[in-house]
């Protein structure tokens, strides 16, 4: 992945609060689209060690990478070095950014940056240009993961190939990075599905025929449960709620 970094000065901005979700239109799932409609949840809340390191920025950040999202317009997005990135645990966390000037804003982790330091983001250029001039092209960050701004429920994606047989699904727009998704066909034994290093879920034997409960744990420890649809290649599906 090519990284364009240069040299400047640091300027003053004030956080921004931005919603993590995909661009894709949701179909109804777990009763989501039936309910009341879910508040937005802004939030403080940090959780997990203070990190620093350098912040420096990529010009090819569009919000797809290494997560597996879609692209976006939405500039606050940011790569994970690759220390911290521990097989894609924490694509869509989202972490709040201290520059040296004590200038502050909020990205959404998006992608892994393989060569990068221990403690180091790599940010769209524009995310960068809110904690310094893009000429200083690196600078001293300390940073904190925190619960995201996420309005509405939780999403679920089928990757592309999934079927009854071979199934891998993403969580989306979560206020929390996922730790663990387990699927039953009663809705009483739940088996593990396997994250992959490209940000998707996998049960290798498929979920099967007919619709199939899924319960999400959330890296605090939250858990929400769900009911998606048959499985469809691509489909993405509407949460019945968010983690609070």
């Known amino acids: 992945m090519g990284r364009i970094y240069a040299l400047g000065i640091a300027v003053f901005a004030s956080a921004f609060a ?16 039936d309910g009341p409609p879910a508040t937005n949840v802004v939030t403080t809340e940090k959780f997990g060690e203070q990190h620093s390191g350098d912040g420096t920025f990529y010009t090819f950040a569009d919000g797809s990478g290494a997560c597996m999202y879609d692209k976006t317009s939405d500039f606050h997005i940011a790569a994970l070095n690759g220390f911290d990135w521990a ?10 950014v201290t520059g040296p000037n004590g200038n502050q804003l909020r990205v959404r982790i998006v992608d892994e940056c393989p060569d990068c330091d221990r403690g180091q983001l790599d940010f769209h250029p524009d995310a960068f240009a809110v904690l310094a001039p893009k000429a ?6 300390t940073w904190n993961f925190v619960a995201c701004d996420a309005q509405g429920p939780v999403s679920y994606k089928f990757k592309d190939g999934s079927n009854p047989y071979w199934t891998a699904v993403q969580v989306r727009n979560s206020r929390y990075p996922i730790a663990k998704l387990e699927t039953s066909k009663d809705g009483v034994s739940f088996s593990e599905a396997q994250r992959q290093d490209y940000n998707y879920f996998l049960n290798g034997g498929g979920f099967g025929a007919g619709p199939t ?17 048959e499985v469809q290649a691509e489909r993405v599906v509407a949460g019945s709620s968010q983690f609070q």
Do not use: E, K, M
């Open 18 to 33: 931005f919603a993590c979700s995909g661009n894709d239109s949701l179909a109804p799932g777990g009763g989501g689209s």
């Open 87 to 96: 097989g894609s645990a924490w694509c869509g966390a989202c972490a709040d």
């Open 136 to 141: 200083q092209g690196r600078i001293a960050i």
């Open 213 to 229: 409960h899924v319960r999400i744990t959330a890296q605090n420890g939250s858990t929400l449960l769900d009911t998606l649809p």
